[in-house]
Nanobody, 116 residues
Framework: QVRLVESGGGLVQPGGSLRLSCAASGSSFSTVSMGWDRQAPGKQREMVATLSSGGITNYADFVKGRFTISGDTASEQIYLQMNNLKPEDTAVYYC??????????WGQGSQVTVSS
């Protein structure tokens, strides 16, 4: 059974930075991609960034130029560097893993709060 564990969330002032980490355990077969989604109160979950097994990255328009996804899908560890954070970035951030064998799995989530 695949398990994803996030860390690194917290409270930061507008304009500040945070770095999220995600490590997967369990079956590592056929990882297609890993990434980050977020969900703010009263809103739907939305994609933030994705890293494919081939090293291709994809970002939501609202984080381009501010967030950077990195890591290694083969070792199933990814990171999200978040710079110039805004109050609207406040949300629970979920690590996501897509596998051809097990489908999509999410972690338990990490709270990020941007407030002065």
């Amino acid at each position: 059974q695949v398990r994803l564990v996030e860390s690194g969330g917290g409270l930061v002032q507008p304009g500040g930075s945070l770095r999220l980490s995600c490590a997967a355990s369990g079956s590592s077969f056929s990882t297609v991609s890993m990434g980050w989604d977020r969900q703010a109160p009263g809103k739907q979950r939305e994609m933030v960034a994705t890293l494919s097994s081939g090293g291709i990255t994809n970002y939501a328009d609202f984080v381009k130029g501010r967030f950077t996804i990195s890591g290694d899908t083969a070792s199933e560890q990814i990171y999200l560097q978040m710079n110039n954070l805004k109050p609207e970035d406040t949300a629970v951030y979920y690590c996501r893993r897509l596998s051809g064998l097990t489908g999509i799995v999410w972690g338990q989530g990490s709270q990020v709060t941007v407030s002065s």
